[in-house]
């Protein structure tokens, strides 16, 4: 274990164990630090359940194509914690990071917060330091009470399809959960509102209308037709990059946020260069090469994907669908997430299923309790001791031509890029 890992698992340790939201906590820390987050760059604050990262990954190779410095922040990683912090289109590299982290974990004893807020406030330092044009920062997990929360007047949010997740955190409703992420919108600050249920875009508006803040929303002010962006100023042919039906929608939702911000002159064909130079990982990702890709005999492709709640599970539901093929799914869950729902919205596209534990994560779901989720929703399941070896019992015994999708879990999709030597 090197410096900076070691470091990481120190702060786990070290600081509060219960995730507890709240704003005073972590603006009380950031003081300590000399409140890096009122030094920042123009940001753009965006929360939601699904697609806020692909949101961010489309403005951010935008930006780019524009020819603008980019900061981001994202979580959880992948592979490497370093993913989560952005400067200038390359990831933080360890030196810089461990610096920062050795600075934010001297004030941990004065004023304990969580892991993910010490580490947003090493980002937030990250950021203040390093110029960039723009701050592309996503939520961790809610919005109201998010630790990200703490910046006062962003250029623009953002608000991505809202559903069911962190239930425990959030409330036991959309409509709760809508007013926690809603919580991010600022006083006439514009926001951009994607694809979203009739109770949940109310929740917005309403809080929207309390703070006089400018709603550009997904079917009234801009929406996508036959594959196109469509405003009353704006006509956009979408080539989005990424795999799905979903991605047409997130990349609209983008070229609404750049719409929305005039103020960086960004051209049509910039951004359709960006749209279609989009990199992100684990969102419908097709894996071409590597030593999992190889334990499948020829014909059977293999792809990933980090959906784990309901809403996700109906994305991937329409993209087979779509693909008019059953798929072999290898599925692997943390606790806390809706298994059972996601499981029921993909029962028709199942031709087998293997559940697995997410290695080296302690809030991992079993393979036998995932199974029995599995089983409620009405699906067969088999446990497996490995990504491995699942994969190898559907190579012996699955027809090709076939697809086979490994999903549930990003902490899962980080692990099985790791394997597969990517």
């Not at 997740?165 to 926690?180: K, M, P, R, S």
């Not at 951009?192 to 209308?209: E, F, N, P, S, W």
Request: aromatic share 6%.
């Amino acid at each position: 274990m090197n410096k900076l890992d070691e470091l990481l698992a120190r702060m786990h340790h070290q600081n509060l164990a219960t995730i507890d939201l709240g704003l005073e906590r972590a603006v009380q820390f950031l003081e300590l630090l000399g409140s890096p987050q009122k030094r920042l760059p123009p940001v753009i604050h965006v929360a939601g359940t699904n697609g806020k990262g692909s949101l961010l990954a489309y403005l951010n190779a935008i930006f780019e194509a524009a020819g603008y410095r980019v900061h981001r922040y994202v979580s959880p990683h992948l592979m490497r914690f370093n993913e989560r912090i952005q400067l200038a289109g390359k990831p933080i590299d360890d030196a810089y990071l461990t610096a920062l982290l050795e600075r934010v974990a001297g004030f941990v004893d004065q004023q304990p917060v969580t892991f993910f807020e010490s580490t947003t406030a090493a980002a937030f330092l990250a950021f203040a330091e390093m110029p960039a044009d723009v701050l592309l920062l996503e939520t961790g997990m809610g919005g109201r009470l998010d630790a990200t929360n703490v910046v006062e007047k962003p250029v623009l949010t953002a608000v991505t399809p809202i559903s069911r997740d962190h239930a425990q955190f959030l409330g036991d409703t959309v409509v709760q959960i809508a007013g926690e992420k809603a919580g991010i919108l600022k006083p006439g600050v514009p926001c951009v509102v994607g694809r979203q249920t009739k109770d949940v875009l109310h929740v917005i508006k309403a809080k929207a209308h309390s703070l006089h803040a400018p709603l550009r929303c997904f079917h009234e002010d801009w929406d996508v037709v036959e594959a196109s962006y469509v405003s009353k100023t704006l006509t956009l042919p979408l080539n989005p990059s990424l795999a799905g039906d979903h991605q047409v929608d997130n990349a609209a939702t983008a070229v609404a946020c750049i719409e929305t911000l005039p103020q960086f002159n960004i051209t049509p064909q910039q951004i359709q260069a960006g749209l279609a130079n989009t990199v992100w990982p684990a969102r419908l990702q097709h894996l071409i090469t590597g030593r999992l890709v190889k334990i499948l005999p020829k014909g059977m492709e293999l792809w990933l994907d980090g959906g784990h709640n309901p809403q996700g599970g109906e994305i991937l539901g329409r993209w087979l669908e779509k693909r008019g093929e059953k798929v072999h799914l290898v599925c692997g869950m943390i606790q806390g997430k809706e298994s059972k729902a996601f499981f029921k919205v993909l029962a028709p596209n199942i031709a087998s299923l293997h559940t697995i534990v997410v290695e080296g994560e302690e809030t991992s779901q079993s393979a036998a309790e995932l199974a029995g989720h599995a089983k409620a929703a009405g699906i067969e399941a088999n446990t497996a001791q490995s990504v491995q070896n699942a994969l190898q019992t559907i190579a012996g015994s699955a027809k090709t031509p076939c697809i086979v999708m490994i999903c549930g879990s990003l902490y899962l999709a980080g692990k099985v890029l790791a394997l597969n030597g990517e």
